[in-house]
């Protein structure tokens, strides 16, 4: 199995521009969850989906993000317009809905975005 | 709500040292309890992990075990070594929550 796969790693890109993420799950599972990491405020929950559906969205800083599942394996994020302060590094992880307590997370290796 | 509160760190030790990272949750109901780690430039990984009240998770040389009486998920090893070295998560996932709640993270160096 080749993991949760994100692309691209690495996004340099310049205030105002718009930034797509892109996450492929893991085949069979059905739960998507995308976090952000900054040194300021550690690892935060942005979004997460179960079958595609989104279920809680509070995490989303405002309303220039917004994130989809076109299909119940691949997912993306997109920043529009980015700004200085989205910088971080942008994770997703997949894992089973059913019997979730017991399920963990699979991480991909993140996407490093800065913006100047 | 769920919470999840880890030792504070960062943690530096010598190679071949005791490690004890502490974890302490709040939680509804019987979550199931997970030790990740991340080691540079790459996402979190699952170390171990423990579903019910008394069960020890265990992998390469790491132990915790659940302690619904002290609400606790103390992670050990009794000799680090340098490739020991990452950010250590402790985190919670309940019945229904979905989401899983995540501590803020322990740097462990350990040094030759």
């Known amino acids: 199995d080749a993991g949760v796969i994100q692309s691209p790693r690495h996004e340099v890109t310049e205030m105002g521009q718009e930034v797509t993420l892109r996450c492929k799950l893991i085949s069979g599972h059905n739960s998507l969850f995308w976090y952000r990491q900054t040194m300021m405020r550690g690892l935060e929950l942005l979004i997460y989906?179960?079958?595609?559906?989104?279920?809680?969205d509070s995490g989303m800083p405002e309303d220039r993000f917004s994130a989809k599942m076109p299909n119940a394996s691949f997912s993306t994020l997109k920043i529009q317009p980015s700004e200085p302060r989205d910088s971080a590094v942008y994770f997703c992880?997949?894992?089973?809905?059913?019997?979730?307590?017991?399920?963990?997370?699979?991480f991909g290796n993140g996407t490093r975005l800065t913006v100047t | 709500g769920n919470s999840v509160t880890q030792m504070e760190g960062p943690v530096t030790l010598s190679e071949e040292a005791f490690l004890t990272i502490n974890c302490t949750y709040t939680?509804?109901?019987?979550?199931?309890l997970f030790w990740y780690v991340q080691y540079p430039g790459e996402g979190l990984q699952l170390l171990l992990k423990a579903t019910k009240a008394d069960d020890k998770g265990s992998n390469k040389g790491f132990e915790a075990t659940y302690r619904k009486e002290t609400t606790s998920f103390h992670l050990e090893k009794g000799s680090v070594q340098v490739s020991d070295s990452a950010v250590y998560f402790c985190a919670l996932r309940g019945r229904g929550a979905g989401k899983s709640t995540f501590g803020d993270g322990t740097t462990l160096t350990v040094k030759p």
């Open positions: 992880a997949s894992s089973f809905a059913t019997g979730e307590r017991n399920s963990p997370l699979h």
């Open positions: 939680a509804t109901g019987y979550p199931s």
């Open positions: 989906f179960n079958n595609n559906v989104p279920i809680d």
